[in-house]
């Protein structure tokens, strides 16, 4: 079975700042998604960035990237030049490749992500 | 294409009552996926279709739920005779099955309160 970790329940940064956001996993899996959502408050839960397993480059998104770290299971956000909408709930999903279909995602716990002016 | 959308959004109900969700996914969308999130944890799977089809159901899911899709369209969740445990936020995402495609559009969730 596969788990995600979230240490950070909270975090908080400045606007404009950079703030990185942790993520752990276990599979036994060799292809798999990583994947980090977005949940701002009282809206729906929206796509940030997507990392493929066999992929040995880091996925960025215009502010957003990641550091993958496959040996390690590991997947940190980074956000760079922190915003006021950047407020929100950020939860790191897996999911296990599934040939040319979406499969069930496994969440973690998120972090909640506070950006003050 | 309004995306996914979720009715009602917000349910309260006497414990041992029946309750019933309706999902309504992007258009084209093949497969229609049902996860439940309580106060303070991420989404748990609990079934998913492609089309009228029910691939998958989590033990998370008692033989109190029942999902549906039968025009391989929208979907309703059923709880019978809820439980206080039943309380969450019930959401909805869908995505089309096309190589390369990965991602989940998500509804903006039907929040339960069972009292």
């Known amino acids: 079975a596969q788990t995600v970790t979230q240490s950070q329940p909270e975090m908080s940064v400045q606007e404009a700042e950079t703030v990185t956001l942790s993520c752990t996993y276990d599979t036994s899996e060799s292809n798999y998604y990583l994947f980090w959502y977005k949940q701002p408050p009282s809206r729906q839960m929206i796509l940030v960035i997507r990392q493929e397993a066999y992929k040995q480059q880091n996925a960025t998104e215009n502010r957003f990237s990641v550091n993958f770290q496959k040996a390690a299971k590991s997947f940190s956000l980074k956000i760079s030049d922190s915003q006021l909408g950047d407020t929100a709930m950020y939860f790191c999903a897996f999911m296990k490749f599934n040939g040319g279909a979406t499969n069930k995602l496994i969440f973690g716990t998120g972090t909640l992500l506070a950006v003050q002016p | 294409d309004t995306g996914v959308s979720q009715d009602p959004r917000h349910k309260i109900t006497k414990r041992g009552q029946n309750v019933t969700f309706r999902c309504d996914p992007i258009s084209e969308h093949n497969r229609l996926y049902w996860y439940r999130q309580t106060l303070g944890q991420g989404p748990e799977f609990l079934t998913y279709?492609?089309?009228?089809?029910?691939?998958?159901k989590s033990r998370l899911l008692s033989d109190r739920f029942s999902a549906e899709r039968p025009k391989g369209s929208f979907s309703t969740l059923e709880i019978q005779r809820t439980e206080q445990g039943d309380s969450a936020m019930y959401l909805c995402?869908?995505?089309?099955?096309?190589?390369?495609?990965?991602?989940?559009?998500f509804g903006p969730g039907t929040r339960l309160t069972v009292t």
């Open positions: 279709f492609q089309n009228e089809a029910q691939l998958e």
């Open positions: 995402a869908s995505s089309l099955v096309l190589a390369g495609v990965y991602e989940q559009y």
